[in-house]
């Protein structure tokens, strides 16, 4: 253990609070607080629900009204993929969206996990335009194993022209990537909280005008029909403080620690492979090959160590499932020896760098 | 006046290292069940280092075919809450593939040759003993914990495999594949409690475990029904044939040999014998010939057997073999287990020095029982005891062999 204390480099998987966001928790949780009432402290409670909607929409450079507010990515990403008779997802999507249209059609990625343009045209060339109606294409802002961003615009750019709904699941790029919906054709972006430092069970949608949304829950009617149940008002101003906050700006240096720390890696154990590391990436994620070291090993003797990082999605169990993101990019050869290494608002250049070494000293001892 | 004399004692911690027990790291493998939590948490109790490790090895879901069912089952989850509350690091390791190739395949292959494997002597061997223990080295935890009831013992600084306090706890029968190199590494501080001692520890620990029933079946075969996970994983692997007496008479029918084990009695799907009134005695099986198919059954005096073949033969602690066999000309006297349930029987050993040796190899080994037993199936396993109160456990083999005679009879 460092004598500082766990070092925590997850984010990619849940980030702490965020100081800003537990202050406006508990501020609005000191009273009664359902937005439906019609009494004085439901008026109370709509109005500062909405002023954290007006802030959420402004830091996802969208119109406020079209925002629903929901538990989550998991759930933002059901709802849209529900509203469409056909679905055409990339490969590397997260399970959020892969589970729950299993039969979609997939898009091809590079090796370095960055859609096909070229086969994404093929996809939809080969529809006919009644057909086109009812499709969506669902494409990650950027990939939670690997932190490489896909070219919005251009994907954007070929739904337009096809006539498709576009769905972005920006999950990892909230808060670390600025993206504009409208100059990339976007119809429907989907968030959480958790990942930028709000609570956990915050998310939300956001819908172009005209576009379909419908609850997946039946009940009371709130967020215009959009989402029954009371608003999680609490999680909101938490989520919303998160997101005034989290700005990507505030991630700029963290590129410099990010790459400092891949290059002493490297440069001690040439045989460890960066993950996409000659596509845009997402400026806090790592992902690193280990070749000939275990990764469910590696973590845990990282773990004693005194750095938290991981392999990708893990079931509930704790037991990691094979990497469909790695066997996307045809890097088979990487399956279970592959660690992400994913920063936060709270990690600092010193954290990679004992990762880093952490990383080298276990490597050089144990890979055979 | 004299200053004060400083005694310097090397003390060796409970797990037999000289130093503090914190400063010694020691991987315990976490089942869920009650032993391997008691394990952890005396551990814990005496200040060392504990990591527990729970490992993951088969599909939860899919063996108890719940729909929606989690990939890990209860016992996954037991063992992490029993960890949270210890407040000790645990980990889940996916052994789900090793596990398959090491012990299951094993088990459905010795099962289609006619054979009653015993899958968790090979879990022991392999996927335990030898990859999570691989793990724990490379955690560099010290050594490796589990809750079996053996004990592990020096007998004149040699490391010896000994049978636990409590008989009917016992475990050495699924322990005997284990090397000398693996025994160093281990510890089983369970092996001179009782099972009522390690329940009462688990209250005084406030263990969540504490009043779970002790496993009965294999593990991933729920129900004991191991011949419908055999069809499970060989479909068309298995095919029907005769069941043929000794006498060569046909008396019916079987949808195969793996619903068959050498001395069954019972189900056999066929009634006494009709055709003779004279010969009325319950028919019991007495061969299985897998490869023609047939299950050979006949009067239970044919499944009489005196010598026993071993093969992938063992030793825990070659020095006392050789020891013991130095001076004795006609078969060492020992005691033979040939199941788990049986007592173990008087038998000479009778050992050429070319085949003492302790590797995973294909000496073979043959064990002249004293008294002729009965129903003994290849698959099994023979592990020999030997010392005062047949307590020393000197190693075993997997029966190869077991020729009745009928067999013998039968040329």
Not at chain 1, 164 to 182: R, W, Y
Not at chain 1, 289 to 311: E, K, N, R, Y
Not at chain 2, 204 to 210: E, G, Q, R, T
Not at chain 2, 368 to 397: R, T
């Amino acid at each position: 253990m460092s004598t500082a204390g766990p070092v925590y480099l997850d984010y990619n998987a849940t980030a702490p609070l965020r100081p800003e966001a537990a202050e406006a928790m508990m501020e609005v949780s000191r009273q009664p607080a359902n937005p439906s009432s019609i009494h004085q402290f439901g008026r109370a409670a709509r109005s500062h629900m909405e002023a954290a909607r007006k802030t959420i929409a402004d830091s996802l450079n969208v119109q406020p009204s079209a925002l629903t507010f929901t538990s989550g990515g998991t759930e933002s990403n059901n709802m849209v993929l529900a509203g469409f008779q056909t679905v055409l997802a990339s490969s590397v999507e997260h399970e959020a969206v892969l589970a729950a249209r299993p039969e979609a059609n997939l898009i091809n990625v590079d090796k370095n996990g960055v859609v096909s343009l070229h086969h994404l045209e093929t996809l939809l060339s080969a529809l006919s335009d009644q057909d086109k109606a009812g499709v969506l294409v669902s494409v990650m802002a950027a990939n939670n194993e690997t932190g490489v961003i896909q070219p919005l615009e251009d994907i954007g750019f070929v739904c337009r022209q096809h006539k498709v709904a576009f769905h972005t699941d920006m999950v990892q790029a909230f808060g670390k990537l600025e993206i504009t919906p409208e100059e990339s054709s976007i119809d429907y972006l989907t968030v959480s909280g958790h990942k930028i430092g709000a609570p956990t069970g915050t998310g939300a949608v956001w819908c172009r005008e005209g576009r379909p949304l419908s609850s997946l829950l039946a009940g009371g009617g709130q967020e215009q029909g959009r989402r029954s149940g009371t608003e999680n008002l609490s999680g909101i101003c938490g989520f919303a403080a998160a997101a005034r906050v989290a700005q990507p700006s505030t991630f700029e240096q963290m590129r410099l620690w990010r790459d400092e720390a891949e290059q002493l890696i490297i440069q001690h154990c040439p045989k460890v492979e960066i993950m996409g590391v000659t596509a845009a990436r997402l400026v806090n994620t790592t992902c690193l090959f280990l070749p000939g070291l275990a990764a469910q090993t590696a973590i845990m003797a990282l773990d004693l160590a005194g750095f938290a990082v991981s392999s990708g999605s893990a079931c509930s169990s704790g037991k990691v499932n094979p990497s469909h993101v790695l066997k996307a990019m045809g890097r088979d050869d990487a399956a279970g020896q592959v660690i992400r290494i994913s920063g936060g608002w709270k990690t600092t250049r010193q954290d990679f760098y004992g990762l880093a070494q952490a990383v080298i000293d276990l490597y050089k001892r144990k890979a055979n | 006046m004299s200053g004060p004399i400083h005694i310097v004692k090397e003390e060796l911690n409970s797990l037999g290292f000289a130093k503090a027990p914190a400063k010694t790291r020691v991987v315990v493998a976490m089942s869920g069940g009650v032993d391997s939590s008691v394990t952890a948490a005396m551990l814990v109790e005496q200040g060392f280092e504990v990591i527990g490790i729970t490992l993951q090895l088969y599909d939860h879901g899919v063996a108890v075919q719940a729909k929606g069912a989690c990939c890990a089952g209860a016992d996954i989850h037991d063992a992490r809450l029993v960890a949270g509350g210890l407040g000790i690091p645990h980990y889940v390791l996916d052994y789900e593939s090793l596990f398959r190739e090491r012990v299951v395949d094993d088990f459905v292959d010795s099962y289609l040759a006619g054979h009653t494997p015993i899958p968790c002597v090979r879990c022991n061997q392999t996927v335990k003993f030898r990859d999570l223990l691989a793990t724990a080295r490379e955690l560099d935890a010290d050594c490796l914990a589990t809750g079996h009831y053996v004990r592990r013992e020096m007998i004149d600084s040699t490391l010896s495999l000994q049978r636990a306090l409590d008989d009917s706890k016992d475990q050495s029968y699924f322990l005997f594949a284990t090397t000398p190199e693996q025994l160093d590494y281990l510890r089983f501080p369970l092996g001179g409690m009782t099972k009522a001692e390690t329940r009462r520890l688990a209250e005084k620990f406030n263990l969540p475990v504490s009043d779970k029933p002790d496993s009965q079946d294999i593990c991933f075969v729920p129900n004991g029904r191991y011949a419908d996970v055999v069809r499970k994983l060989r479909p068309g692997a298995i095919e029907p044939g005769i069941i043929r007496h000794l006498d060569g008479t046909v008396l019916g029918q079987h949808k195969g040999v793996i619903d068959y084990t050498i001395g069954q009695r019972r189900g056999l799907g066929i009634g006494g014998r009709k055709t003779d009134s004279k010969d009325n005695s319950p028919l019991y099986v007495v061969g299985i010939n897998a490869d023609k198919h047939e299950v050979i059954v006949g009067p239970q005096s044919a499944l009489a057997c005196s010598d026993v073949y071993l093969t992938e033969v063992n030793w825990i602690s070659p020095e006392l073999v050789d020891m013991a066999t130095a001076h004795t000309k006609d078969g060492l006297p020992v005691k033979v287990k040939l199941r788990n349930t049986a007592p173990a029987a008087p038998a000479r050993l009778l050992i050429k020095p070319d085949q003492s040796q302790n590797s995973y190899g294909k000496a073979t080994l043959r064990i002249a029982l004293e008294a002729a037993e009965f129903g003994i199936a290849p698959g099994q396993a023979g592990v020999i005891y030997s010392g005062e109160n047949d307590k020393l456990v000197l190693g075993g083999g997997w029966i190869a062999h077991a020729p009745t005679h009928a067999f013998n009879n039968l040329g």
